[in-house]
């Protein structure tokens, strides 16, 4: 059972919160470690978050964005999310605005409240190699907003009072 890469990543899970089983970071690193080496993209994104914040493993971001970029290919949608904003920020790797639109897009159209936020944000304020589009940014934030991101139902009430 422990040599199937989706029980691997819960063990590290369940190590990860203390959840039947006493919290240690480490041992949840190498159980997400394992689970990403076998190709699980659950355990690849887990093991990038760790590995981005130095929780039971060493801090490495080049580490992190080559499993968001694993994570992000095989479809995690957090990990697509995430590795939008290491591009647009320049963690992890040199800034790509491209890419990090390009992921960003990706994100938010497979329905993650966060990229919809962010994208809206930029379409707004024509940031990050967006042309700068009102309407775009509406659309995206009042998706984010549906999703029950509240940053977005914030954003939007200032919108509305900016245009009264």
């Not at 041992?27 to 994104?45: E, L, P, Q, S, T």
């Not at 580490?63 to 290919?73: D, E, K, P």
């Amino acid at each position: 059972m422990l040599n199937n890469p989706p029980y691997q990543c819960f063990v590290g899970y369940c190590y990860s919160e203390g959840r039947g089983v006493k919290q240690d970071h480490k041992k949840a690193a190498y159980w997400f470690k394992r689970a990403a080496a076998n190709g699980n993209k659950d355990g690849m994104f887990n093991y990038a978050l760790i590995s981005e914040l130095g929780e039971g493993t060493r801090r490495n971001a080049a580490r992190a964005l080559r499993l968001y970029i694993q994570a992000a290919n095989a479809g995690h949608l957090q990990a697509q999310s995430n590795l939008a904003v290491r591009y647009l920020e320049g963690r992890g790797s040199r800034r790509n605005l491209d890419e990090g639109i390009r992921w960003l897009r990706k994100a938010a159209k497979r329905g993650d409240d966060v990229a919809q936020y962010n994208l809206g944000r930029a379409y707004l304020v024509g940031d990050g190699g967006i042309t700068k589009n009102i309407r775009l940014a509406r659309t995206w934030l009042k998706r984010a907003a549906k999703n029950n991101y509240r940053p977005a139902r914030l954003l939007i009430k200032k919108l509305k009072k900016a245009t009264l």
